[in-house]
């Protein structure tokens, strides 16, 4: 029984760190805690579980549509209101994210009520045994996914151009902006 629980944290773990990735990079470029980080995954959770229950979609096929959406509504927020606020002292991002949250959180409950969704077992891929462990394929799968694009988000800041002025503008705007990085 350790072993199965054991594996399943791992397998939940690495989306975890795609997650905590995404939300490591805003803080430590930006200079901005988004309390609605968290809101805005559990927005493509919802999204993923519309798409199995009107769609028929496995949530990891409807994964680059829901990405595309969420992503653009996260571009959307940040053009729109917090460019307004990057330079200002972090309570003020911490106070305008804290608020955006509270709005989606309502509008969630408004949307969807205070119970649960879920997506039925026997919508997934199956499991295979290793070790006398059972393993989820779509977890796994997940797993994976997530994990490699937190290694080609480490890759990106490592090995290329954009990377660097990501990195030199965490470091120091001031210096980044003179070296010709449009911070």
Do not use: E
């Not at 009107?54 to 959406?69: I, K, N, Q």
């Not at 307004?84 to 003020?92: A, E, K, Y």
């Not at 309502?106 to 290793?130: H, V």
């Amino acid at each position: 029984m350790l072993g199965q629980v054991l594996l399943n944290g791992l397998l939940l773990g690495g989306l975890y760190a795609c997650v905590a990735a995404g939300f490591s990079l805003v803080w430590g470029v930006l200079n901005v805690i988004n309390l609605l980080h968290g809101t805005l995954v559990v927005l493509g959770s919802y999204l993923a579980w519309m798409a199995f229950q009107f769609l028929g979609w496995h949530p990891l096929v409807a994964l680059p549509a829901v990405a595309l959406l969420v992503g653009l509504l996260g571009a959307a927020l940040q053009a729109g209101v917090l460019n307004r606020v990057v330079g200002s002292p972090v309570l003020v991002t911490l106070v305008i994210t804290f608020g955006l949250d509270l709005l989606t959180r309502n509008a969630f409950l408004l949307g969807f009520g205070a119970d649960y969704r879920t997506i039925r077992r026997a919508s997934t891929w199956g499991t295979t045994q290793i070790a006398g462990l059972n393993l989820p394929l779509d977890r796994a799968v997940a797993a994976s996914v997530a994990l490699a694009m937190t290694a080609l988000l480490y890759l990106l800041l490592r090995h290329s151009w954009l990377g660097r002025a990501i990195i030199a503008a965490r470091m120091d705007r001031d210096a980044a902006a003179l070296m010709g990085v449009r911070v």
